[in-house]
């Protein structure tokens, strides 16, 4: 713009000085003079934008060393525990935390510190009753945290008694956090040997090196400088405490009971090794805010679990660069970039043993930058062999907006440039631009990475949210193995420390104990995200990284590793089994899932409620009833399931949701149309609730109850008129008394019969996803022998518009012995000849042992169904008048 400004100023000068004809040699060269400075402007902005001179290259900066060495000891006196002991192997792998309210945030913070190192916990309020410490001869929790260790100290005697006797008998250890207390400067604790100092101002940090907390920890170190926020620090003579901590005050308050020192350490953190009263205890003087507490917490866990709640010291770290080769003119890597980023990778290979950097390319803007970014390119391919490589797509597209065929010649494309380009690309490994196709799943993009790449590993952040970051986890789709993946603080956009969100001291912060450091602290495995800008211009990845690794070298005792991400990926699901079988979600629920799927798909095809089951009560009939009503619609046929889908319990759930939408219609009117699906092996699945309620967490649930007695039977009968050869060669009480050493077909039907009739214990597991407003109970019998007010009910219950009068189109049918759908004045449309076939009564002998089984299954039903103030039904009440006489 300066060159074109100049350009018309000086025209405008040449033509006044044409108009008025008074011209002279002077003027004459100053007109010379001028268009040769505007034509040196106008040459340098065009090279400066060809090339990329403009950018100005700042010395990028140096790493951080962070190591603040204790000099009064030496390295080899410190030493790294096991924690692990025989009293371990009594105990569960949860933690009780006792909050103070629901949604504290001290609790918070403990709570998403245990759910991203995968520790199990259950939440308590200190003022209620304390939940069931044991079951059968086993604690089933390895560890109690405080949020507020005062709420433990004057806790009622009953609930203190029992507390105590479990942590003494089952030597389960106590984590608490003592906060500051206003207006008031220190109290003797009572029952304790021990006094806290409140409201403290503290500054520096040191360890106590000789403690055998240390596991995860190194305690060589010194923090310097100033705390944050107010403190608690302890103080006692007792030989039971031992100070894991020491710190000095940064203002003295004058105290009367505490004489003050200013030379003399407070303890901020304090070790009670159970000599006082045989209960193990960690009192921390101040929150999780400061940052080294959070490592000391991993340490406490460990050792108050006796080794049960021990993390891993195996550190595995991943660094993809993505979109190497892509980017605009200016802002790419040149020569002395990739020789900086071949020497870092060096130096961090001293740090992480086996690491290479790996790099993700498209191969369609090799040689697209200035001359010197081309010669980066080029310096790139002659160092080739000292990377791991993996193919984007060609031109460093969204998947999620192509079909199968443009997809795989995209790839295609970027593996022939591989091949020309001696590009070893051997890891099975990819990810896609923006995470797209990946999760949400686009079915082509998985196909084309099999078909061309062999891909076996990729990796993204979305699964099952970005955020919140800690609770991002991995899936097996179609074989292929997806990892979860964590940010650095670097994007595509960020090449320049000066103009870092935040300023430098943010970044900074996440190294040195902050975000980024805790997410290789908490995870045994980490996959990060770079760009190939972010290794240009200021190198702030190479920055980042080389001072993150120092700084977790320097502060703990991990062991940090890197090993290709195929063997990676089968590590990870190796440690975490459980997460092999992805969680679908509803992708629309979510604006950066709905930004990354398929803009053919919709969610207008998910189903509003669902028919649960269980089998035998009367599913088909409510299908059936609901299929007449003009704004219901139900699913499509299965060719192998008939009128069930049979999605969420299944094989079927592994074909995804696409798969799963397929059967159904698409509403004409998504507003007044209402779509659900009946599969009555759902009820008693105990997968199901989870993944119903991760897709549908809207939906309303509908389950129908008849005496579970009365329901086994029904199945026996079942069984046998498909002839299964079980059923045909055993009676029915052969089957309901089998015992655990009997064949394994006969305990299967067993199973079969009896385990849905446990219909309290199945209700619950529903009830623990969907709140009891969205569940509704139909009695069983109430629908055979009166649906059509069943059938009104269920209308409210689904809020349906228009009302459907059912009395007009519902007629019994004596010779059925059941209501069936009128279709003429003088013809009815009845279920399948298998609907209400007669069988033989149960004998004598059958009816008492099922009464008896059934008994407390039915008390705690009925009770349930109180606590969700429904109608009892009048088979429950019968069977529990029986019970009592």
């Known amino acids: 713009m300066f060159w074109r400004s100049s350009f018309i100023v000086l025209s405008n000068i040449c033509a006044r000085c044409f108009c008025l004809k008074r011209f002279t040699l002077t003027k004459v060269l100053l007109i010379v003079i001028l268009l040769s400075v505007v034509s040196t402007i106008v040459s340098i902005s065009f090279l400066n934008l060809r090339f990329g001179i403009a950018r100005q290259r700042s010395k990028p900066p140096l790493p951080l060393s962070t190591c603040r060495l204790n000099s009064t000891i030496s390295r080899s006196l410190l030493k790294r525990v096991n924690h ?195 209960i193990k205890r960690i009192i921390f003087g101040s929150a999780l805010r400061f940052w080294l507490h959070r490592l ?232 990060f995200m770079t760009h190939m800008s972010n290794y240009g211009n200021d190198r702030l990845a190479l920055y980042t990284f080389e001072s993150v690794l120092k700084f977790i070298q320097c502060w703990t005792n991990l062991k940090l590793l890197a090993v290709p991400p195929l063997q990676l990926a089968l590590k990870y699901f190796e440690m975490y089994p459980e997460e092999r079988d992805p969680i679908w979600q509803n992708p629309c629920d979510h604006k950066r899932h709905l930004s990354i799927w398929s803009p053919n798909k919709t969610c207008e095809k998910l189903p509003n409620f669902l028919v649960i089951g269980p089998q035998k009560t009367g599913t088909t009939a409510l299908y059936t009833f609901l299929g007449m009503h003009p704004a219901i619609e139900s699913n499509f046929n299965s060719p192998d399931t008939f009128e069930e889908v049979q999605f ?56 129908i109850l008849i005496n579970p007695s009365k329901r086994a039977y029904s199945w026996y009968q079942h069984m046998r008129s498909h002839e299964d050869p079980t059923a045909l060669n055993y009676s029915f009480y052969d089957v309901i008394t089998a015992t655990d050493i009997d064949p394994r077909k006969l305990r299967e039907l067993r199973n079969r019969c009896l385990n849905p009739g446990m219909y309290a214990q199945h209700l619950i597991r529903w009830l623990d996803y969907y709140p009891s407003r969205q569940l509704f109970i139909v009695d069983g019998e109430q629908l055979k022998n009166d649906p059509i007010h069943v059938m009104h009910t269920i209308q409210r219950f689904l809020h349906i518009d228009p009302y459907f009068d059912y009395s007009q189109f519902l007629r019994f049918d004596p010779k059925k012995g059941f209501f069936c759908q009128v279709i003429s004045d003088d013809r009815n449309k009845c279920l399948g000849k298998s609907k209400g076939r007669a069988y033989p009564p149960m004998s004598k002998e059958e009816q008492l042992f099922l009464k008896q089984y059934y008994q407390r299954h039915n008390v705690a039903l009925s009770k349930l169904l109180d606590k969700l103030n429904t109608e009892v039904p009048a088979w429950l009440e019968e069977e529990l008048r029986g019970g009592d006489e």
């Open 648 to 703: 969420f319990n299944g094989n079927n759930y592994y074909h995804g949701i696409d798969w799963y939408m397929e059967f159904f219609p698409t509403p004409k009117n998504t507003t007044s149309t209402y779509l659900f699906e009946k599969s009555a092996t759902y009820f008693d699945n105990e997968v199901v609730p989870r993944r119903a309620f991760a897709l549908l967490p809207r939906a309303k649930i509908i389950c």
């Open 296 to 527: 000391i917490l991993l340490d406490s866990l460990s050792i108050l679990s006796n080794g049960k709640l021990s993390m891993p010291l195996e550190r595995h770290i991943q660094i993809d660069i993505d979109d190497i080769f892509v980017g605009r003119e200016g802002i790419r890597m040149c020569v002395d970039d990739v020789e900086a980023l071949v020497t870092t990778q060096e130096k961090i290979r001293q740090m992480v043993s086996g690491f290479s950097f790996n790099l993700g390319f498209s191969g369609r803007y090799y040689l697209r930058g200035s001359y010197e970014e081309d010669a980066g390119d080029k310096k790139l391919l002659e160092y080739r062999d000292k990377f791991w490589w993996f193919g984007h797509m060609w031109r460093h597209e969204q998947a999620h907006k192509f079909d199968e065929p443009y997809i795989t010649l995209a790839m295609q494309q970027n593996s022939q440039f591989a091949k020309e380009n001696n590009i070893p690309v051997k890891q099975n490994y990819a990810v896609a631009p923006h995470h797209s196709g990946v999760y949400p799943i686009h079915e082509p993009l998985y196909t084309a990475w099999r078909n061309v790449w062999d891909v076996k590993v990729t990796s993204t952040e979305e699964y099952p949210r970005l955020h919140p970051a800690w609770r991002r986890r991995g899936f097996i789709y179609k074989g292929v193995m997806v990892l979860p993946r964590q940010t650095c603080g670097l994007y595509t956009h960020t090449l320049f420390l000066s103009d870092y969100p935040g300023g430098r001291k943010h970044l900074d912060d996440s190294i040195k104990g902050g975000e980024l450091f805790q997410i290789i602290l908490f995870n045994p495995i980490s996959v």
């Open 84 to 278: 692990q002991s025989k009293a371990g192997l009594h105990l569960g792998d949860r933690v009780l935390v006792m909050v103070e309210s629901q949604y504290s945030k001290a609790g918070t913070k403990i709570t998403h510190l245990l759910e991203a190192i995968r520790v199990e916990f259950k939440v308590e309020p200190t003022g209620k009753n304390l939940p069931t410490l044991t079951h059968l001869d086993k604690g089933k929790f390895s560890v109690i945290i405080f949020e507020n260790y005062n709420k433990y100290i004057t806790m009622d005697k009953w609930n203190r008694q029992l507390l105590d006797k479990y942590c003494s008998e089952y030597n389960v250890g106590i984590i608490g956090f003592v906060p500051s207390k206003p207006d008031i400067i220190s109290d003797n604790v009572p029952g304790f040997p021990m006094v806290f100092e409140y409201g403290m101002k503290l500054q520096d940090y040191k360890l106590n090196m000789f403690s055998d907390v240390w596991r995860v920890t190194k305690a060589g170190q010194i923090y310097e400088g100033r705390l944050p926020g107010e403190w608690t620090v302890f103080h006692t003579n007792h030989s039971t405490y031992e100070p894991l901590a020491y710190s000095k005050k940064q203002t003295q308050k004058f105290s009367v009971s505490i004489e003050e020192d200013v030379n003399k350490p407070v303890v901020p953190v304090i070790y009670d090794h159970g000599k006082y009263d045989k």
